[in-house]
């Protein structure tokens, strides 16, 4: 069995399962492996009532002394443990079980511990009978289930596979291994998903984070091309009040420093390697055309990249207004350009006639070249994979490159991110903007919601509605985006309702973002897709569906796709639970529109990862890991990734299993 092939050679896979299977995005046999519990139940140390947890999972062997009906759909069981304490059972629709427990015998009871009047009580617990625990007991893996996909299936499937990893292929080179007494990957991922003990999968743990802060590093350095200590090309200071004076309103603080930072490094005889970072509206885009024109100053050519047309045409339209002054030569460059423009643009590139080149990833193409390429800007470079950054940066020899992202990244997640990376942060915003008012609503308001945002669409404003899921999930009692869309398409007749997820086409997707800009689209029922985005200043309010499923981060960037307009804009936050810690949250994106503060309170609430949380798409790629709560682990893995980068070039490694596995996490993280 290839474990890196597709999941369809495991036994019982046919092409119902296979597509089941590839929405959550597994589609290989590694994926599946790499597909996490977010859970365990331990069904090895049966307790009695008095030592569980109220509020709390407990295992406990029972017998079984009468059993009385309540009503047609609840009957109740009387039990008591082996120290004779008493509890009683509730059971709700479950009448199969009543014919199958006798008064008298002895059985294993697992769920939620609760006391009512001094009595012990469960409600639906798991019911086994002594020769059924045999079967089951010890430490049982829970995995994130999707509709269609039941349990059993994870656990039959991955069973299956488990005996075929001696075939697989090591990661972490045996003296990293031996250093930090790492366990085999073969060994971690059995000890995963087939526990022996809390102790042994702990160590399982420590050696999945440690792989996957090692191949992440990696894939940030290779992504970079080489060292930031490297050579660059050379670039003197020039008197900028030409090209500020030309600026119509004065940079704020945060962008003066960071364009300070940028020219700092242009100019020191390296090349630069360097993140700015700014929420939505700081103004990131003006400091990067003030770099340009540094650059072009300095007699280099620029190329800007975005992961998307509509962007690309928006900083294109953008470059024109700006540059219009110093009569530089702009292009935009997608694949929607004609050949015959395609041709000329090419041409002009070669021959330096054009200083800045903007668009998407058709800039990578193999016959687009630079005469004198001196600085590369990619915006959202998360959006795009390794290769694609690489090719970019290999049209010119020592390029500088710039990153320019709105996600607001806490400064020790921007370090394990973004490696080696200078990082600059735009920390104030420009004087006049209206901020977003944010406001959080229970179930009750949901409807209040609903009626305002009619009004707004009455008043020609356009709004997003977003959802955690694509599609419903059985055990998730959460909104999903196909049954909320359907809902609030009758619900606004007749305003123009679309709906827009991650498992449509890119170009799907881009002729639904360019419908809305247009305003053919009034209300667009979303998933996280639009966290990046077109500039829509019609667009003046979201509503978030069940917010609390979201980070804080996220939920400030996906805001942030509202008030880049003239009107007043809007963003309630629906959250459907109850839990005080949820409107805790809340309570933060009310109180601040600080993007870096919510990240770091963001980090500290959620963590950058969770070994076991219940996600549908990774907004992380920090599948296991989190910074903050394994940062000396983190630390170790950047300090070898870093050393195994400067030993082996790309092409040393990319037909090695590491070099595999770096890119299957990265078109992992791009499927969502």
């Known amino acids: 069995m290839n474990l890196e092939g597709p999941i369809s050679q495991i036994k019982g896979v046919g092409d119902k399962r296979k597509e ?27 307790q009695l009532f008095q030592d569980g947890q109220l509020g709390e999972k407990i295992l406990v062997r029972v017998e079984a002394r009468a059993k009385y009906s309540v009503n047609r759909q609840m009957w109740k069981l009387t039990v008591v443990d082996q120290e004779q304490t008493q509890a009683e059972i509730a059971f709700f629709s479950q009448d199969y079980l009543r014919g199958k427990i006798k008064e008298g015998s002895n059985y294993y009871l697992y769920g939620d511990l609760k006391v009512f009047r001094g009595r012990y009580q469960m409600a639906n617990p798991r019911v086994y009978s002594l020769w059924e625990f045999k079967k089951v007991q010890g430490i049982r893996p829970i995995y994130p289930q999707q509709k269609g996909l039941k349990q059993f299936e994870f656990d039959q499937l991955i069973q299956r596979v488990l005996p075929e990893l ?42 999945m984070v440690f792989e996957e802060f090692f191949i992440l590093q990696l894939s940030v350095f290779y992504r970079q091309g080489y060292d930031t200590s490297q050579e660059g090309l050379p670039m003197k200071k020039i008197d900028m009040g030409k090209i500020l004076k030309e600026i119509p309103f004065p940079l704020t603080p945060g962008q003066a420093r960071s364009l300070d930072e940028i020219i700092g490094s242009l100019t020191r005889g390296r090349a630069m390697r360097r993140l700015l970072q700014g929420d939505v509206g700081s103004g990131k885009t003006m400091v990067a055309m003030v770099a340009m024109a540094f650059c072009i100053e300095n007699g280099y050519q620029c190329a800007m990249m975005a992961p998307t047309e509509i962007l690309a045409s928006q900083h294109y339209q953008s470059a024109l207004d700006f540059f219009k002054p110093f009569s530089y030569r702009v292009a935009l460059l997608t694949g929607k350009t004609k050949a015959k423009d395609r041709k000329e643009i090419l041409e002009d590139l070669k021959a330096g006639k054009i200083d800045i080149l903007l668009g998407t990833h058709a800039l990578i193409q193999d016959d687009v070249a630079f005469k004198k390429l001196g600085l590369v800007i990619t915006d959202e470079q998360h959006r795009f994979g390794v290769s694609q950054r690489e090719k970019l940066l290999e049209k010119a020899k020592a390029v500088h490159s710039l990153v320019m992202t709105a996600t607001p990244i806490p400064r020790t997640y921007a370090m394990a991110s973004y490696g080696d990376l200078d990082v600059s942060f735009i920390d ?3 004087p006049g903007r209206k901020p977003v008012q944010t406001t959080a609503v229970s179930r009750s308001d949901l409807k209040k919601a609903l009626d305002f945002t009619r009004t707004q669409l009455m008043e020609g404003r356009q709004a997003y509605v977003v959802t955690p899921l694509i599609e419903e999930n059985y055990q998730l009692d959460l909104e999903s985006a196909i049954k909320t869309y359907h809902e609030l398409k009758e619900e606004f007749k007749p305003f123009k309702v679309a709906l827009m997820h991650g498992q449509l086409s890119s170009g799907e997707k881009e002729s639904i973002m360019e419908d809305f800009y247009q305003h053919k689209i009034d209300l667009l029922v979303t998933t996280t897709v639009i966290e990046v985005g077109v500039n829509v200043p019609n667009a ?9 499923q979201f980070g804080l981060a996220q939920l400030h960037q996906l805001r942030g796709r509202v008030g880049r307009g003239d009107y007043q804009s809007y963003c309630i936050l629906y959250n459907s639970s109850d839990s005080e810690k949820s409107w805790e949250r809340m309570g933060i994106m009310q109180e601040t529109t600080n993007g870096l503060l919510i990240a770091e309170k963001d980090l500290s609430l959620r963590g950058a990862g969770d070994f076991f ?11 296991i890991g989190d910074v903050l709560r394994d940062y000396p682990i983190f630390k170790e893995a950047q300090l070898e990734a870093r050393r195994f980068f400067r030993r082996y070039k790309w092409d040393q490694v990319k037909e090695t299993a590491l070099a595999r596995e770096i890119q299957r996490k990265e078109s992992l993280i791009s499927r969502t």
Do not use: C
Not at 540 to 548: G, S
């Open 428 to 430: 104030t915003m420009p």
């Open 540 to 548: 003046n309010l979201m509503l978030v569906y069940d917010a609390q």
């Open 166 to 207: 001696h075939d697989l292929e090591e990661v972490i080179p045996k003296p990293v291994r031996l250093k930090y007494t790492l366990l085999s990957r073969a060994a971690s991922l059995k000890e995963i998903h087939q526990p022996t003990s809390y102790e042994r999968l702990l160590e399982a743990k420590k050696r």
């Open 20 to 46: 089941k299977f590839k929405k959550i995005r597994i589609e290989s046999i590694l994926d599946l492996l790499y597909y996490f519990p977010r859970d365990y139940e331990d069904l090895s140390r049966p």
């Open 613 to 623: 949380g219940t996600r549908q798409s990774g907004a992380s790629s920090f599948f």
